[in-house]
């Protein structure tokens, strides 16, 4: 079947190749904000029957999810991104989902982002630092603002969590971010978090909040809660001065 490619389906293209996978509905918050749901979709499957997308469901209730085609790889290799092409999904797929939801909220907020990489983008970048977060992200506003992301499932342990942020107490040099933003999928998990911290001594900003809350809303709408102060705060706030990296 033939599909008649558009300037932004070749950008959506694009960005399945950075985001490897991507849900019917993030598609839609990115490049069919107007668009009924019922639309996307019949667009997508024209484009993955195509070969341009290749499309999986985990199961028959599953949202769809997309990835680049055969016929898609060459227009997104026209735009600097390499892919590999494979009929596997990845194995922690859910985690990826998650990631990609928050990049969404973050691109979609109508922020001037300045950049947004996942952590299966670090390697490529040079990132040398022992510790990989799940994303890191910056945006303008109009002074660039660096932020580190962790997006709890609550499928690793608090101990690892808590290994991982006693690396960004010390800093990581050459990568100066202003907070640590951690975003659990329960809101049972920010409890745990937050009792932890009081265990600990760290300086580093801690900025806390449910999956569910920073996807409803805008991102940058959202209210935080400081961790473990239990201060509420929106992400683009002025720190205190004593909380300032």
Known sequence: MNARVTERDVRLLAKLGVCRWLTTTQVKRLYFPEATLNAVQKRLRKLSDAGYLR?????????????????????VKEKGIEVTLSHDV??????????????????????DVAWFFGYWELSDLGWTHPVIPDAVFAVRVPE????????????????????KLRYYDRGLPGFPFEAVVI????????????REMRRESLTVVLLASAAAEVTDAAIFACEFTEVPGGKRRKLLDSPREDLEI
Do not use: W
């Open 55 to 75: 499309s999986h469901r985990e199961h028959l209730t599953a949202e769809a999810m997309h990835a680049v085609g055969p016929k898609g790889k060459p227009l």
């Open 90 to 111: 990845p194995a922690q797929l859910e985690h990826l989902v998650g990631v990609n939801d928050l990049r969404v909220a973050v691109e979609a907020s109508g922020m």
């Open 144 to 163: 660039r603002r660096c932020f580190v992301l962790e997006y709890d499932r609550s499928t690793e342990t608090i101990e690892k969590l808590v290994h």
């Open 183 to 194: 975003v659990a999928e329960r809101t049972r998990q920010l409890d745990l978090i937050s």
